[in-house]
């Protein structure tokens, strides 16, 4: 599973295994036996490669479909939770359930949308607070 992440995460940011191997400062080599499965990256190289890709370690392993890691709940924000919502959502072909049942395409589409409308609207909402809240303190 490692292998498969690995090359997807740093193909989603067009980046070959050179620059990628420069980045976390291991040779080319590593990354592709990294990435075919000869070799695992040892502890130190795995967070280097979550925090660079901003992913949790569980997820780089395969062993969380949540890309993030769950924060305290003093920490945590509305939005990370909708992103990963939005996440999960996306995902094609996966089998969601709502009340314990199967969600249609329509419906995930449907709530999809709306949830994308949402969080878009929240973030205006709270630009147009940090304006107001900057007039203020001039």
Known sequence: MLKKILKNEREKRNLSQKELSQIINVSQQT?????????????????????????????????STSKHNILPESEQTIDQHLEEVLEQLAGEGKSLMFKGQPMSEQTKEALLMSLKNTLALAEKMAEMEKKNSNNLLR
Do not use: C, K, M
């Open 31 to 63: 990354i592709g036996s990294w990435e075919t499965g000869r070799t695992e990256p040892n502890s130190e190289a795995l967070h280097q490669l979550a925090d660079f890709f901003n992913i949790s370690v569980d997820y780089l392993l395969g062993r």
